[in-house]
């Protein structure tokens, strides 16, 4: 008997399927053959295909979208990280002051024995946003735990430390700052505690490891998260051997809930630049849940740390002017070693003059070696400061920006504060963008920063709406068509996984996030407030909303 032959083993029927197929066919009802779509049409006649076998689930007018992919995400190690740190983020817990992070840490350490490390985790520039306008300092953490080493990083460019844990990580009065990093000193000499970029190493390197046991932990732990917000595909960024032994693990034993393709971090990190290229492995390499995506590396630093990496000064800090971690001879070699090799390489980029060391290392690269599909991503890049010209070497050189549209919603006005209006000008282009032709998709950076929610910023980039309720370049809002499209079809070819991926359609892997409410149908401010009923993956159902009205799982 042909496989055709035999009843599908799953048919979602009596929905509105949003099939972004390359003309956006709405479609009623689709049917799964194990793994993978096999026809998708009316309600009639995929229900004539079910027979007794067949799992039938009726969607009493749901929405099915293909499940939708975050691309920029720090997930292995966020996840753990969710898992075990002191939460002192502002966005969705009410820690709202120095004087709150302080009764929290004190409440941890009532809890450990002493001498033992206290790590929490703040949101990136919460100091714009307390009252006392600044972060904790070495002082205010003592204060809070004198018998405790502490660290809390607020964001992944700032990490401040209390005077436990810089004995530790051999900090004091005369200690040098790393290259690629700062040490803050007070009037006196004395480090106050702030450590910036690589000079967050040196507390790092003392703080407890996760194993690749907790690793694996917190990916189930961060997958669930994602599940319940229809991400069905992640593209996170590793930095060591044990998050992709962890991603290697829960495949074999049948376990990850997601599709994972890795960026393989080579510098700044703790697999070496020659690892990847001795291996001779290339972008590409594993299969439908675990892919190396790439390999990624940091020019500048954040712009939550002020060390993002601008022509012009900061305009609430004119004596910061940002850090440059790579210098543009390394970054050519590597590049280049890179495309050769046949890798797709990310670029981190921030500030403009990150920007355009990395659109000058790509276009160096291209040039010497043309190769047709590289796929080659500048990481933030769409965010601000896309002028004519680095559009013009963007769409000459067909390199992927990959935005984040989070930034917006959250930290709008903490970057107004931090980089002024005028740079801001035109930022979170989305639509020009989209215009010229490049398939943009948005990485949203967490879980650490904020959660991983395809659909939040999928709704805000048609909204243009921030997490206060303003309204942020509307001229550059998109239609609910174009954000569906950046979050599945443009995400999977930005994976090089357009043939499997991103739409509804035979021969897919079925992956579906099941909306309460069809995006088309909502205000675009609410789009983002949509619960997700049901998610599929690879054919089975991989999260079920508990009290999704009349949907039997
Ligand atoms: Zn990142």
Redesign the pocket.
Same mark, same amino acid.
């Given at each position: 008997m042909s496989i055709a032959a035999l009843s599908p083993d799953l048919v979602l029927t009596n929905a509105t399927v949003l099939t972004v197929d390359a003309t956006d066919t709405e479609a009623e009802a689709v049917a799964v053959w194990g793994t993978r779509i096999g026809a998708v049409g009316s309600a009639r006649d995929i229900d004539a295909l079910a027979d007794g076998r067949t799992k039938k689930i009726d969607l009493k007018g749901r929405c099915v979208l293909p499940g939708l992919t975050d691309p @920029?995400v @720090?997930f292995a190690d966020g996840g753990a990280a969710m898992m075990s740190r002191v939460d002192c983020r502002d966005f969705y817990s009410n820690v709202r002051s120095i004087q709150q992070i302080a009764e929290k840490i004190t409440e941890q350490a009532s809890k450990q024995p002493p001498g033992t490390w206290i790590v929490a985790h703040g949101s990136p520039m919460q100091n714009f946003r307390m009252p006392e306008k600044r972060f904790p300092d070495r002082r205010d953490l003592d204060a809070a735990a004198p018998d405790h080493p502490v660290a809390i990083n607020f964001g992944?460019h700032i990490t401040i430390a209390n005077t436990k844990a810089l004995e530790l990580a051999g900090i004091d009065a005369a200690a040098p700052a790393p290259a690629g990093g700062a040490i803050e000193f007070d009037g006196n000499g004395e480090p106050t505690g702030k450590l910036v970029e690589r000079a967050q190493f040196l507390v790092r390197s003392v703080v407890p490891k996760y194993s690749y046991e907790q690793m694996k932990e917190g990916v189930l732990f961060a997958a669930e998260r994602c599940l319940a917000r229809g991400i069905t595909n992640i593209h996170d960024?590793v930095t060591n051997d044990a998050s992709i032994r962890a991603y290697q693990e829960l495949v074999d034993e049948g376990t990850l809930p997601i599709r994972v393709s890795i960026l393989i971090r080579v510098i700044e990190a703790a697999i070496r630049k020659e690892s990847l290229l001795n291996l001779g492995i290339k972008t590409g390499f594993g299969n439908d849940w675990l892919r190396i995506g790439g390999v990624k590396m940091s020019i500048d630093g954040g712009i939550t740390g002020h060390v993002a990496k601008f022509y012009e000064p900061y305009v609430d800090d004119p004596c910061h002017e940002g850090l440059i971690r790579i210098e543009q001879d390394e970054l050519d070699e590597t590049v280049e070693a890179y495309h050769r090799a046949g890798h797709r390489v990310c670029i @981190?980029a921030i500030g403009d003059v990150a920007m355009d060391m990395a659109l000058l290392s790509l276009e160096k690269a291209l040039k010497a070696h043309p190769r047709e599909d590289h796929r080659h991503r500048v990481?933030h890049l769409g965010n601000w400061l896309v002028n004519d010209a680095r559009m013009d070497v963007i769409t000459r050189n067909r390199i992927l920006p990959v935005p984040n549209i989070p930034f917006m919603h959250f930290i709008w006005e903490s970057l107004l504060d931090c980089i002024g209006e005028k740079r801001l000008e035109n930022s979170f282009n989305i639509r020009d963008m989209l215009k010229a032709g490049l398939q943009i998709t948005s990485g949203s950076?967490g879980p650490a920063y904020w959660p991983l929610d395809s659909l939040r910023d999928l709704g805000t980039a048609v909204s243009r709406r921030t997490w206060t309720g303003k309204t942020v370049g509307a001229d550059q809002a998109v239609s609910v068509r174009d954000a569906i499209r950046m979050f599945t079809v443009n995400a999977a070819y930005n994976a090089f996984e357009e043939k499997i991926k991103g739409s509804i359609e035979p021969g897919k892997l079925a992956d579906f996030a099941v909306l309460a409410e069809n995006p088309y149908a909502v205000a675009p401010e609410k789009i983002k407030d949509i619960p997700v009923d049901m998610t599929v993956v690879n054919g089975k159902i991989a999260f079920f909303r508990d009290g999704a009205d009349g949907l039997e799982a």
């Open positions: @920029h @720090h992944a960024i @981190h990481e950076d």
